[in-house]
């Protein structure tokens, strides 16, 4: 359960007017007694000395209107509110797979200013994205190039997540697309996750030719332990641009054809109950995340409650001494001197 100052407030702010009441009686009484009861021709020809009395004769008075002013004020009920929330979640466990091979360095794709990327860097700050915005679900990151290389597990603390996405590179030593394995390993993952949903995303350009794990027995793991797969096949249908380094270290660009094995996609993704996409350019890509995160939604039950703070009493003790003032000042011996 959270809480949330919600400051000052009045119950009955219109009980507030009443406080100009005695106020303005009190200005009235005392225009009054400003008058004279005698015109003379010239003040300076009389020399009234003031007494004590003269000079405390609006106490009362004053006391009395402030004792009422701080009643009427008292009926208006300030007081301080604090907001209760108690908040019961039904989160998502989810383990994004991405692909980190060579091929992903591959640049048709666009970033938000238009300039050519690659699908690596595209895919990253597109599901950065989706992590950013699926605050109560616990999300994990596998990637897979020739082997299987598990990032982080599933985690609320999405900062760490973004830290270890960041990092993501591709290994240009490394050959192969172990899709199979990097599918296998998001799963057990998920394996022992009590959530009442389980996912995995899985991200790729290629077709598996690496790994331990066929894609279709990595499949059949994920639908025994309960896990809806989104498959999702990158890239242009056709060729695209890559840069590659040549033994004297300089970048050259070559182009590779397009190598989704869309087929293997589309059997993991209806053995697991989920759904196979593809996205030939970034505003697929971010269409298709936009989609799942429809798809997938969290739960959330959140109570609210207001408790309340009453602040009158100081001021109804405060008009009762005002009160009592204002009497006991009428009864004191020296208002009676002359």
């Keep these: 359960m959270t809480a949330r100052s919600l400051g000052d407030a009045w119950a009955h702010p219109w009980l507030m007017l009443l406080a100009l009441i005695p106020l303005a009686l009190l200005a009235w009484v005392l225009l009054r007694q400003g008058r004279p009861a005698l015109r003379v021709p010239s003040v300076a020809a009389l020399r009234i ?27 208006a009920r300030p007081r301080g509110g604090e907001l209760l ?55 994990g990151l596998t990637t897979f190039d020739e082997a299987s290389v598990p990032r982080c597990p599933p985690t609320l603390d999405h900062s760490v997540l ?7 590179q591709v290994d240009t030593e490394a050959s192969g ?6 599918l296998a390993s998001a799963a057990l993952r998920l394996r022992d996750s009590k959530a009442k949903s389980r996912v995995v995303v899985l991200v790729t350009d290629g077709r598996n030719n690496a790994g331990r794990f066929a894609p279709d027995d990595a499949a059949e793991i994920a639908r025994l332990a309960g896990i809806k797969v989104y498959a999702i096949g990158v890239g242009t249908r056709g060729e695209a641009p890559i840069p590659l380094r040549d033994g004297f270290g300089r970048v050259e660009y070559r182009t590779i054809r397009a190598d989704v094995d869309e087929d293997a996609l589309q059997r993991i993704a209806g053995t697991t109950g989920g759904k196979y996409y593809r996205a030939v350019d970034r505003a697929q890509l971010e269409g298709i995340f936009a989609e799942i995160d429809s798809l997938e939604k969290t739960e959330i039950e959140v109570e609210r409650r207001i408790r309340w703070k009453e602040r009158y ?3 109804v003790r405060a008009s009762l001494v005002l009160a009592v003032l204002a009497v006991a000042s009428r009864a004191l011996p020296w208002r009676t001197w002359p």
């Design 49 to 75: 000395p003031r007494t004590l009395r003269a000079r405390t004769v609006a106490v009362p008075d004053v006391l009395m209107a402030a004792a009422i002013a701080l009643l009427a004020l008292a009926l």
């Design 85 to 139: 929330e108690n908040v019961t979640t039904e989160g998502i466990d989810i383990v994004v797979s991405l692909d980190a091979s060579v091929s992903m360095l591959a640049e048709d794709m666009e970033d938000a200013a238009g300039k050519r990327q690659n699908r690596l860097d595209a895919a990253k700050e597109v599901i950065s994205r989706f992590v950013l915005a699926r605050t109560a679900d616990r999300i």
């Design 162 to 168: 973004l830290e270890f996405m960041n990092q993501v």
């Design 177 to 182: 697309t172990a899709l199979g394995s990097g």
């Design 313 to 315: 009493p100081p001021l």
